[in-house]
């Protein structure tokens, strides 16, 4: 007769304090038994969240291509050819009428990403007569646009700037594998630029660049342990792009995929965590367990920056389905 099977305790003691997860800990829970790393973070998600409620984010490329990062994932890089041209800032008419049409939609949040290292002086100005427009709409406002001074931070936040968005995208250790043109520290600095201020952070990063577990890991303690953790925290599946060096890449297993959901949201209980890049390609069933595992937010809207994202209604479809409402007021 076969032993009987020992119970696992899900439930380790709380930690002593926010951010103190090592990566040795981090890696512990993606190593857990599937159904009880998805049982834990959903107890989790239930502790701080409506498990069945999604806040829907718009996106919209207010500059698109010609930066001067390498980001070996990107499309927009100048230092590739995808095909991709170069565009002007959009003018303030565009943006304020796609930000009314994700409004129509179900947006709560309306995120503006422009291709910059960073911005230029003769740029904030736009930057923030948008943010004041789609503000006035009563949308939540999220601008990303490379890295900023301190002062530039401070003219997002008193133009009404919600959330400022700059992923860590990977690792300290695999970072520079993905990106020579701009260090961890400058990322680390602008994030606590847009600390400073008082405006909230939404801060994450990309899987499937061909990093290994502990790697993965790794991104993930960074984030937990930013004081405090973002509010928003994206998590995005590399899209492979023709053009860039990372196309080819052998891509992530979706249960790998899956597990880092669960670890985002049993580190940071109480951010909202994010689908980002690379949903269009999860059939419904991966979704749906992306959800289970503490998801609660997505992009939405019919592209994401560059590259494809599940037409609207077909989330509208899936999310009935599933019994999940969409959340009025956006909440982190």
Request: charge should be negative; include cysteine; aromatic fraction near 6%.
């Amino acid at each position: 007769m076969n032993a009987p099977v020992q119970p696992i305790h899900l439930h380790r003691p709380v930690k002593a304090k926010e951010g103190d997860w090592t990566v040795a800990e981090i890696e512990a829970l993606f190593a857990l038994p599937f159904a009880d790393l998805m049982h834990r973070a959903q107890t989790v998600h239930r502790e701080h969240h409506n498990p069945n409620e999604v806040q829907l984010s718009t996106l919209l490329s207010i500059k698109t291509g010609g930066c001067e990062e390498d980001c070996k994932y990107c499309p927009q890089s100048a230092h590739y050819d995808t095909g991709l041209d170069a565009d002007k800032l959009m003018d303030l008419a565009e943006v304020k009428s796609a930000a009314e049409a994700a409004k129509a939609s179900g947006a709560t949040r309306f995120c503006m990403g422009a291709a910059w290292r960073s911005p230029k002086e003769r740029h904030m100005e736009q930057l923030m007569a948008m943010v004041r427009e789609v503000k006035g709409l009563g949308l939540e406002t999220c601008v990303t646009a490379g890295m900023l001074q301190p002062s530039q931070a401070q003219q997002l936040k008193d133009a009404g700037l919600d959330y400022y968005n700059h992923n860590l995208d990977t690792s300290p250790e695999f970072y520079g594998e993905i990106i020579t043109t701009r260090t961890y520290q400058d990322r680390l600095d602008t994030l606590a630029a847009v600390r400073e201020t008082g405006m909230k952070v939404c801060c994450g990063g990309i899987v499937g660049l061909g990093e290994s577990r502990t790697q993965r890991a790794g991104l993930v303690a960074q984030l937990a342990n930013l004081n405090p953790p973002p509010e928003s925290v994206p998590i995005n599946n590399l899209v492979q792009v023709e053009g860039t060096p990372l196309a080819g890449t052998a891509e992530l297993d979706p249960f790998e995929f899956v597990r880092t959901i669960a670890v985002a949201r049993i580190t940071m209980p109480t951010s909202m965590v994010r689908l980002s890049a690379g949903r269009e390609a999860m059939p419904e069933s991966l979704q749906a367990l992306c959800f289970l595992a503490g998801a609660n937010s997505i992009f939405y809207g019919d592209k994401l920056l560059t590259t494809g994202n599940p037409q609207a209604e077909a989330d509208k479809a899936l999310l009935q389905r599933l019994g999940m409402a969409v959340q009025e007021v956006a909440a982190g």
